[in-house]
């Protein structure tokens, strides 16, 4: 199937996406927030650029969009373009397992979150974070 946006529309739009605070993100900092979990950094310079990290305990939190990082729960292929959008997602999810690699032989506990979480288990999403904590 052949896109149905013009090449600068599509270009426009991929602009628009933000790399940094998402709405994922920002919903998980309000959470942990709420939790008194406090001593974390925001988008901390490590490979992969983690989105929370805690640096004392050396555990880094990324939060995975359900679409760009091929969520086994609610990914679901894209209409247009597929072939671009898969190799795409498919590169995303091989550099993530290098960067778990590589963050852990660095000592770091990585931990990966799906927005999907987020929004419907908090209460698992702080459980396994706490656990970590301690």
């Not at 990082?69 to 209409?79: L, N, S």
């Not at 979480?117 to 459980?127: A, G, N, Q």
Request: net charge positive; with cysteine; aromatic share 10%.
């Amino acid at each position: 199937m052949v896109d149905v946006l013009t090449k600068e529309q599509r270009k426009f739009n991929m602009s628009r996406i933000s790399g940094k605070n998402t709405g994922p993100e920002i919903r998980l900092r309000k959470i942990l927030f709420a939790n008194g979990i406090r001593g974390y950094r925001v988008h901390h310079n490590l490979p992969g650029k983690p989105d929370i990290v805690f640096v004392k305990n050396k555990i880094a939190i990324f939060v995975d969009g359900c679409f760009w990082h091929k969520c086994p729960v609610d990914f679901q292929e894209p209409e247009t373009r597929k072939e671009f959008w898969l190799n795409k997602i498919n590169s995303n999810v091989e550099r993530d397992r290098n960067v778990d690699d590589q963050l852990q032989k660095e000592g770091w506990e990585v931990i990966r979150i799906w927005e999907h979480e987020i929004r419907k288990e908090p209460d698992y999403i702080i459980k396994k974070i706490i656990s970590s904590l301690k």
